[in-house]
């Protein structure tokens, strides 16, 4: 109920809302000290109404970051490959979910995300407490388990719209908070995380 609340909100942006949203959200993201002094970030290709990352990606990938975009496995968890600009992309289209842009080279497998500095994950909203709402399909809730199997600490960052830091979503034990939230007009700390 709450996740199709925020995708309607979503889905009544224009283009041009998405767009202008996308620049000023690669803008404040760089901004972050985090992806400052990253060498490897784990990002993904937003999809749709999504706030937009290809500007941040490109950005980074121009700062020399490796980059690391997901690929959807067909048990939902993700593989990863390198991004190296936006014709290394491929629009795979996943049975009756929607299609997603994925890396077309190499793939470095599930854990190759374990090496990441900084990950930055899609969601619908985050709380105070750093909690985010994700799409439901668990694949990221994959990723956060694996890195802490590893023992790997990234930065772990959601890229939202300014209304999608709300209050209170509902948590459940395994998930993980975020470190931070970027939004077109600013960055949210989360103490602790």
Do not use: C, I
Not at 47 to 68: K, Q
Not at 153 to 158: E, G, K, M, R, T
Not at 168 to 180: F, G, K, N, T
Request: aromatic share 4%.
């Amino acid at each position: 109920m709450l996740r199709r609340e925020f995708l309607t909100v979503r889905n009544r942006l224009t283009a041009d809302d998405v767009r202008e949203a996308a620049v000023a959200l690669a803008d404040r993201a760089l901004e972050l000290p985090e992806l400052a002094h990253a060498h490897t970030v784990a990002a993904y290709v937003s999809v749709g109404s999504e706030p937009g990352t290809l500007t941040l990606l490109d950005a980074l990938h121009a700062r020399g970051v490796d980059v690391l975009l997901p690929a959807l496995l067909p048990d939902n968890d993700l593989d990863w490959g390198a991004y190296d600009g936006e014709g290394s992309l491929a629009r795979v289209q996943h049975g009756g979910k929607m299609a997603l842009f994925e890396p077309s080279g190499k793939r470095l497998g599930p854990d190759a995300v374990t090496a990441a500095d900084v990950v930055l994950l899609p969601g619908l909203a985050v709380d105070g407490r750093g909690m985010r709402l994700g799409r439901g399909g668990g694949s990221y809730d994959r990723v956060l388990a694996r890195l802490e199997r590893a023992g790997a600490h990234p930065a772990l960052v959601v890229l939202l719209y300014d209304s999608e830091v709300v209050g209170r979503v509902p948590a459940e034990a395994h998930d993980r908070p975020v470190r931070a939230a970027v939004t077109p007009s600013g960055v949210r700390r989360f103490p602790g995380n």
